[in-house]
């Protein structure tokens, strides 16, 4: 059974950094991709960051050099680096992931972790 967990959500202060960690296990045969996506009240899901196989990261235009994925492919772990917070980065952000188990590639989330930027 595929597993994601997130960590290192809570309730910041605007400015300074803030570091969110997620882990993938379960069977896991290959990890194609590890990305973050947010969902602020009332909106949808949208991207925040991807990376992929190879290649740069994609990043959504809103957080381009603020934000930082990084992606640890032995530990099947990928991170999300805040820099500059803003209470608009104010959301539950998830973890996704792409991967193969057995022969079949299949998406899948994390439960979420909360994001507060408040003063």
């Known amino acids: 059974q595929v597993q994601l967990v997130e960590s290192g959500g809570g309730l910041v202060q605007p400015g300074g950094s803030l570091r969110l960690s997620c882990a993938a296990s379960?069977?896991?045969?290959?990890?194609?991709?590890m990305g973050w996506y947010l969902q602020a009240p009332g909106k949808q899901r949208e991207l925040v960051a991807m990376?992929?196989?190879?290649?740069?990261?994609n990043y959504a235009d809103s957080v381009k050099g603020r934000f930082t994925i990084t992606r640890d492919r032995n530990r099947n772990r990928v991170y999300l680096q805040f820099n500059s917070r803003k209470p608009e980065d104010t959301a539950v952000y998830y973890c996704?992931?792409?991967?193969?188990?057995?022969?079949?590639?299949?998406?899948?989330w994390g439960q979420g972790t909360q994001v507060t930027v408040s003063s």
């Open positions: 379960g069977g896991i045969r290959d990890i194609k991709s």
């Open positions: 996704y992931a792409t991967i193969l188990l057995n022969t079949e590639w299949r998406n899948y």
């Open positions: 990376a992929g196989t190879g290649g740069s990261p």
